[in-house]
């Protein structure tokens, strides 16, 4: 459906103004006090920058200006010069003592208004998000205000300016009003880049106002320059609230269902399901399949080829789709896997294509095509109808991958660039996890545990980076671990990976399993000399004693210092 600027300006100042009408109904004390502080703060503003220019004035002219007020004559250049100077100073610290009065004011209307309404709490920091919406609002409005007030005045002292802002804002508008209806591109910029795109057309408008001011002056009868001096501080003011007032109208917008749900007493909390029209979604329809799955299989074949089938394989992954492809060339049948990464997924794509083109060994289908279909990441594997797994089978075949990867040697070019990006497990471990566990235990028995492997912890840091590294894919699940008819396993997704010293995130109650695949590693490894059981172990339970505490699980990680404390010592008698 083509979209039209107008249309959802109007249904957004409509909105704007029902949520005017109950904050005014419900905190209208609060509403209106506001209102008169922000544009009071606004032209103390003005005021400060104001000053100071009539200062320099006063220091360049060698006197007072003879259009200065009469009491200022009496009093020296220097005198002048100080007070004007000084009183820049009160103009500002004045701004900000309104600001700061303002954003008290808001706070309690916006609580004002939550006890008014009479809502169960419907979502977390629900009164920050009213503070923000209700200060969003408020100070939306009395920009808006200012704007208006500036401009009134404006048309009465020179308007010549009123003209111009008026002519230019109508033109600027007119023209992004095309430009969001008419193009999908300039649609998606002028949402994603609203901010930048405002601060332009207002830049713009200032430099128009700016020339025309020039032009009057040396063709026309222009007023005095003082009064041009105030009038282009003014409308560059009014201009910088206008931008002001149509950002938190669009942040406020963008927010409307919680907002609404907040202040509206029969609006309940919507959660808004957002389908989208273009992107990765508009290749999902047959008739574009039809078009776009030939051409990207297309480099994968010498010769002519059909496509026999399509069908859905299901990933389990966000904003990641796969299909199954059957494809037909000289009588031999193929099938491919493609994956289409929407753009928000762009970190997995990156990851994956990276990692198996750098590590020949992975047990994982065949990457032969990677691209870009518009703004979306595909990738293609050859695909040998490996088989998904379920319940008792999933659980063990995760360990397995596990001892599959501990047999791997990650390349040097691997690790290198790996460690300028991440930090391995013994460097994220620090004192300070263990002050919040401190605090956390409350017997003596317990802060004596914890002091032990305080003195320990340098120890272990030491062991753990001793050992050599393996790989572990982070984000497996049902549908991304296969297995072949020969029994080997299979990954068809490496979006999310770590390199960790072996035997992390290994689970503490597959201890044997670990020592297991630890001895099976010591005999394929070219780097198991640094590889021990204990080693490997001593990963696994600082792991989960990290994981626990970064959970804030305390007493979790409280039981796992015994075990630490054990192989940590059983390390360092070896070493001895």
Same mark, same amino acid.
């Given at each position: ?19 005017? =009408? ?7 004390? %609060? @509403? ?30 060698? +006197? ?120 999908? =591109? ?8 609203? /901010? ?15 020339? +025309?001011?020039?032009?009057?002056? !040396? ?27 149509? @950002? ?62 399509? =069908?859905?394989?299901?990933? +389990? ?73 379920? +319940? ?41 996890? !263990? ?57 068809? %997704? ?34 198991? /000399? ?38 940590? /010592? ?7």
């Amino acid at each position: 459906m083509k979209a039209h600027l107008n249309t959802e300006l109007s249904q957004c100042l409509r909105w704007s103004f029902s949520l005017g =009408k109950k904050f005014l109904r419900k905190a209208s004390l %609060h @509403t209106v006090s506001v209102q008169f502080i922000y544009i009071f703060s606004q032209l103390l503003l003005l005021l400060a920058f104001f000053l100071p220019l009539k200062a320099i004035i006063v220091l360049s002219s060698g +006197g007072i200006p003879s259009y200065f007020p009469e009491f200022l004559k009496a009093y020296a250049q220097d005198t002048v010069v100080i007070w004007l100077s000084l009183s820049s100073l009160v103009a500002f610290a004045a701004h900000l003592t309104f600001e700061l009065v303002a954003t008290k004011i808001t706070a309690a209307g916006a609580r004002l208004l939550i006890i008014r309404t009479k809502k169960i709490v419907l979502f977390d920091n629900q009164d920050l998000i009213a503070v923000n919406a209700y200060s969003k609002f408020t100070r939306g409005l009395s920009e808006l205000l200012f704007f208006l007030i500036s401009v009134a005045i404006l048309c009465a002292i020179y308007p010549l300016i009123f003209s111009l802002v008026a002519t230019s804002i109508i033109v600027f508008y007119t023209f992004t009003c095309l430009a969001y209806n008419i193009s999908s =591109k300039a649609r998606s910029a002028l949402t994603t880049h609203h /901010q930048a795109i405002l601060n332009s057309i207002s830049g713009f408008v200032f430099l128009v106002v700016f020339f +025309g001011i020039i032009g009057d002056f !040396l063709y026309f009868h222009p007023p005095s320059a003082f009064m041009a001096i105030i009038s282009l501080l003014l409308i560059r003011q009014a201009l910088q609230r206008l931008v002001g007032f149509s @950002t938190k109208l669009i942040l406020l917008r963008s927010q409307h269902s919680r907002v609404s749900a907040l202040f509206f007493h029969n609006q309940p909390l919507l959660l808004e399901t957002t389908q989208k029209s273009d992107g990765i979604h508009a290749l999902f329809s047959p008739e574009q399949r039809e078009r776009w799955i030939p051409q990207v299989l297309s480099p994968l074949f010498k010769t002519a080829f059909t496509v026999e089938g399509v =069908k859905n394989f299901q990933l +389990g992954h966000p904003d990641i789709y796969c299909y199954e492809v059957d494809c037909c060339s000289e009588n031999t049948l193929k099938t491919y896997i493609i994956k289409l990464f929407d753009e928000s997924r762009t970190y997995p794509a990156a990851q994956e294509s990276a990692l198996i083109a750098q590590f020949k060994d992975l047990p994982c289908p065949p990457l032969r095509e990677t691209g870009k279909l518009q703004d979306v990441t595909y990738h293609i594997f050859e695909w040998s109808k490996e088989c998904k797994m379920t +319940g008792r089978e999933y659980t063990q075949g995760t360990l397995t991958l596990l001892g599959d990867l501990m047999k791997l040697t990650p390349p040097k070019s691997l690790l290198n660039k790996y460690e300028r990006s991440k930090s391995y497990l013994e460097s994220r471990l620090n004192s300070e996890m !263990l002050e919040n566990l401190k605090l956390y235990a409350v017997t003596a028995e317990d802060q004596k545990t914890i002091e032990q492997l305080a003195g320990s912890l340098g120890s272990i840091k030491l062991h753990l980076s001793k050992l050599p590294r393996q790989l572990i894919v982070l984000d497996l699940n049902f549908d991304s671990l296969l297995k072949k008819e020969s029994g080997e396993l299979s990954v068809i %997704h490496w979006g999310n990976w770590i390199l960790e010293p072996a035997g992390t995130y290994w689970p503490l109650t597959a201890h044997s399993k670990l020592l297991e695949c630890t001895q099976e590693a010591q005999a394929i490894r070219t780097d198991a /000399q640094s590889l021990s059981s204990d080693g490997t172990i001593l990963a696994s339970y600082m792991f989960s004693f990290e994981r626990h505490i970064n959970r804030r699980d305390y007493q979790a990680a409280l039981n796992l210092i015994p075990g630490i404390l054990k192989y940590t /010592q059983s390390l360092d008698e070896q070493i001895i």
